[in-house]
């Protein structure tokens, strides 16, 4: 059975960084796409960034410059590194892991973590 657990999350000041990490368990599982989402108050849940298996990576316009995914193939875990946080980027932040296509969509994912609360004021 696969599993995504995050963690990372916390409170910080607007100016500050955070680094979020997801570990994925599962025997010999392997994403072709590994992505982070959001869902900030009182809003849907979007995509933040994502790491495709070739490399691609993509991010929301709201998050370039700032925030940089990573990926750790040994370790089978990925990062989101936020940089210059703004209160704009409070939301609960997922980690999710799935197969196929540009790596943009949620549907596209299959498995998702519980969630890490970030807190920025």
Request: net charge negative; charged share 25%; with cysteine.
């Amino acid at each position: 059975d696969v599993q995504l657990v995050e963690s990372g999350g916390g409170s910080v000041q607007a100016g500050g960084s955070l680094r979020l990490s997801c570990e994925v368990s599962g025997d010999r599982y392997e994403p072709y796409c590994m992505g982070w989402f959001r869902q900030r108050p009182g809003k849907e849940r979007e995509g933040v960034a994502s790491y495709r298996c070739d490399g691609n990576i993509n991010y929301a316009d709201s998050v370039k410059g700032r925030f940089t995914i990573s990926k750790d193939k040994t370790k089978n875990a990925a990062y989101l590194q936020m940089d210059s946080l703004k209160p704009e980027d409070t939301g609960m932040y997922y980690c999710a892991a799935g197969g196929g296509g540009t790596c943009r969509e949620e549907d596209e994912y299959s498995h998702w973590g519980r969630g890490t609360q970030v807190t920025v004021s």
